[in-house]
């Protein structure tokens, strides 16, 4: 049996949503002391929930087939808009963005393994050859070119929320493929996206109470909020989430989990850009070593 083949339609897919969430992690910090991060994402997901309802409200209609399969999707909402989103703000909190990047690009190792413990799929060679000269690069784009930077990073409480951010994730992406999508569901993008943000909402909204709860909290409103809201939103929400299902769906989660490594390399990218800075010969290193280790991993294997 193949690997699902990579055309260039599902390269696009899969890379687009790096792209867009390496800008929503830039985004995030720049409003970081406007909007606590909970809050963020509670927000951004109303916005996108109202944004799809003219587009998606069939199915969210008492004869839709959407409430006979609700714990499933209930339980998606959870993996992607609350749990992985929220983790991952909650992460940045008291961690470093470097050490946040780091545990994230674990993502094709969790997807591997649990794909094969809870999913029964295989893993190649190929793959987890794939994974660590992907990892390699990352690494590369993390330490700038100097890998004894390594020694000296430690390990804080917002690097095990990125760890349980990344598992929620891995979940998710394989649960995607786990069940064929009823009818009404799949009939096109935006009931597909409204059957999960619907659910993933209220969860998030549901993490945003206990945040005001527990804490005294303020938002301070103004024009650069606004249009950050508006970029989340559309941009790493909406967007995102369509490609990554579209992407998960042609080339399965275990190929698609290697993409995520583009994250750092974009982060840094457009960090540079925002600094007038011109990109480094390290950079183009670590983009060959992440594109090698996804076409590593995406390699035919033996029917045997």
Same mark, same amino acid.
């Given at each position: 049996?193949?690997?699902?083949?990579?055309?260039?339609?599902?390269?696009?897919?899969?890379?687009?949503?790096?792209?867009?969430?390496? %800008?929503n992690a830039i985004v995030g910090r720049i409003?970081?002391?406007?909007?606590?991060?909970?809050?963020?994402? /509670?927000?951004?997901?109303?916005?996108? /929930?109202?944004?799809?309802?003219?587009?998606?409200?069939?199915?969210?209609r008492p004869s839709s087939q959407l409430w006979k399969e609700w714990k499933r999707y209930s339980i998606l909402g959870l993996l992607s808009i609350g749990l992985y989103n929220t983790l991952q703000y909650m992460a940045l909190q008291s961690s470093t963005p470097i050490n946040v990047t780091l545990v994230g690009a674990s993502m094709p190792i969790w997807m591997l393994l649990i794909g094969r413990v809870f999913f029964g799929a295989l893993m190649n060679r190929w793959q987890l050859i794939g994974g660590v000269v992907?990892?390699? %690069?990352?690494?590369?784009?993390?330490?700038? %070119?100097?890998?004894?930077?390594?020694?000296?990073?430690?390990?804080?409480i917002g690097d095990f929320y990125m760890i349980l951010s990344t598992i929620a994730w891995a979940f998710y992406s394989w649960l995607l493929l786990a069940k064929k999508h009823p009818d009404d569901v799949r009939r096109n993008w935006a009931t597909l996206l409204m059957s999960q943000v619907a659910f993933g909402t209220v969860w998030s909204g549901f993490f945003a109470w206990g945040e005001w709860a527990a804490f005294d909290l303020h938002i301070r409103w103004g024009t650069e909020?606004?249009?950050?809201?508006?970029?989340v939103?559309? %941009?790493?929400?909406i967007v995102a989430l369509y490609c990554w299902g579209e992407g998960v769906q042609r080339a399965g989660p275990a190929t698609a989990g290697f993409f995520t490594n583009f994250i750092p390399l974009f982060a840094a990218l457009l960090s540079t850009l925002f600094l007038n800075e011109m990109p480094q010969t390290f950079h183009a290193i670590a983009f060959a070593l992440i594109v090698g280790g996804i076409m590593l991993a995406s390699r035919k294997r033996n029917s045997a």
């Amino acid at each position: 049996m193949s690997q699902p083949k990579l055309t260039p339609a599902t390269i696009a897919f899969l890379v687009l949503p790096t792209m867009l969430w390496a %800008g929503n992690a830039i985004v995030g910090r720049i409003v970081s002391d406007m909007i606590p991060p909970v809050t963020l994402n /509670f927000v951004r997901w109303i916005i996108a /929930f109202l944004i799809l309802l003219p587009f998606g409200y069939s199915v969210l209609r008492p004869s839709s087939q959407l409430w006979k399969e609700w714990k499933r999707y209930s339980i998606l909402g959870l993996l992607s808009i609350g749990l992985y989103n929220t983790l991952q703000y909650m992460a940045l909190q008291s961690s470093t963005p470097i050490n946040v990047t780091l545990v994230g690009a674990s993502m094709p190792i969790w997807m591997l393994l649990i794909g094969r413990v809870f999913f029964g799929a295989l893993m190649n060679r190929w793959q987890l050859i794939g994974g660590v000269v992907s990892l390699c %690069g990352v690494m590369i784009i993390l330490t700038r %070119g100097d890998l004894t930077q390594i020694m000296s990073m430690r390990l804080v409480i917002g690097d095990f929320y990125m760890i349980l951010s990344t598992i929620a994730w891995a979940f998710y992406s394989w649960l995607l493929l786990a069940k064929k999508h009823p009818d009404d569901v799949r009939r096109n993008w935006a009931t597909l996206l409204m059957s999960q943000v619907a659910f993933g909402t209220v969860w998030s909204g549901f993490f945003a109470w206990g945040e005001w709860a527990a804490f005294d909290l303020h938002i301070r409103w103004g024009t650069e909020l606004y249009w950050a809201m508006a970029y989340v939103a559309i %941009g790493p929400a909406i967007v995102a989430l369509y490609c990554w299902g579209e992407g998960v769906q042609r080339a399965g989660p275990a190929t698609a989990g290697f993409f995520t490594n583009f994250i750092p390399l974009f982060a840094a990218l457009l960090s540079t850009l925002f600094l007038n800075e011109m990109p480094q010969t390290f950079h183009a290193i670590a983009f060959a070593l992440i594109v090698g280790g996804i076409m590593l991993a995406s390699r035919k294997r033996n029917s045997a």
